[in-house]
């Protein structure tokens, strides 16, 4: 018995959209504007009103609701005096962009200041990208392993 294989061309790939480079963009900006804790520009990256969703955890305060760039960014200020920044560790697997979407997936863990317990699993977050700000902010985590490092 004799295989038959045909040639297939390769076709390059579709050059990224203008949307999708603003959005690639923007998307490693606010990721540098955590790493470096630099409020002012994370407050500059979202939009005045943002469509923000993360679960509220009545365990944790500094997850909640909010609407606005200066409380979206004044997340990251929460976070950082509720928890041990220290032993913060935030790693992205995935990171894909489709148009003006991006959708980060990875891990993430830490301490609890006030208890001393560690919290850790995976996390997806989806950004949505409009004139250059975020519009978008869809955090998806382990808010069980977070509300129990909370629990005294």
Same mark, same amino acid.
């Not at 998307?27 to 520009?41: H, K």
């Not at 975020?134 to 490092?149: D, F, G, K, P, V």
């Given at each position: 018995?004799?295989?038959?294989?045909?040639?297939?061309?390769?076709?390059?790939?579709?050059?990224?959209?203008?949307?999708?480079?603003?959005?690639?963009?923007?998307?490693?900006?606010?990721?540098?504007?955590?790493?470096?804790?630099?409020? =002012?520009? +994370?407050?500059? +990256?979202?939009? !005045?009103?943002? /469509?923000?969703?993360?679960?509220?955890? $009545?365990?944790? $305060?500094?997850?909640? $609701?909010?609407?606005?760039?200066?409380?979206?960014?004044?997340?990251?200020? =929460?976070?950082?005096? *509720?928890?041990?920044?220290? /032993?913060?560790?935030?790693?992205? !697997?995935?990171? %894909?962009? !489709?148009?003006?979407?991006?959708?980060?997936?990875?891990? %993430?863990?830490?301490?609890?200041?006030?208890?001393?317990?560690?919290? =850790?699993? $995976?996390?997806?977050?989806? +950004?949505?990208?409009?004139?250059?700000?975020?519009?978008?902010?869809?955090? *998806?985590?382990?808010? %069980?392993?977070?509300?129990?490092?909370?629990?005294?």
């Amino acid at each position: 018995m004799t295989a038959s294989f045909t040639a297939v061309r390769e076709v390059p790939a579709a050059a990224p959209s203008s949307d999708a480079a603003t959005t690639r963009a923007v998307v490693q900006e606010f990721l540098a504007a955590r790493l470096a804790g630099d409020t =002012e520009r +994370l407050v500059a +990256l979202f939009a !005045d009103e943002v /469509d923000w969703m993360l679960a509220e955890n $009545p365990a944790a $305060p500094w997850i909640r $609701p909010r609407s606005t760039a200066s409380e979206c960014a004044a997340q990251f200020t =929460e976070l950082m005096e *509720y928890t041990v920044a220290e /032993d913060a560790r935030a790693s992205v !697997d995935t990171f %894909l962009v !489709d148009g003006a979407n991006a959708v980060l997936m990875g891990h %993430l863990s830490g301490t609890v200041r006030a208890t001393g317990k560690s919290f =850790e699993g $995976p996390f997806a977050l989806h +950004l949505a990208v409009e004139n250059g700000r975020i519009t978008r902010h869809r955090l *998806y985590e382990n808010s %069980l392993s977070i509300a129990q490092a909370c629990a005294p």
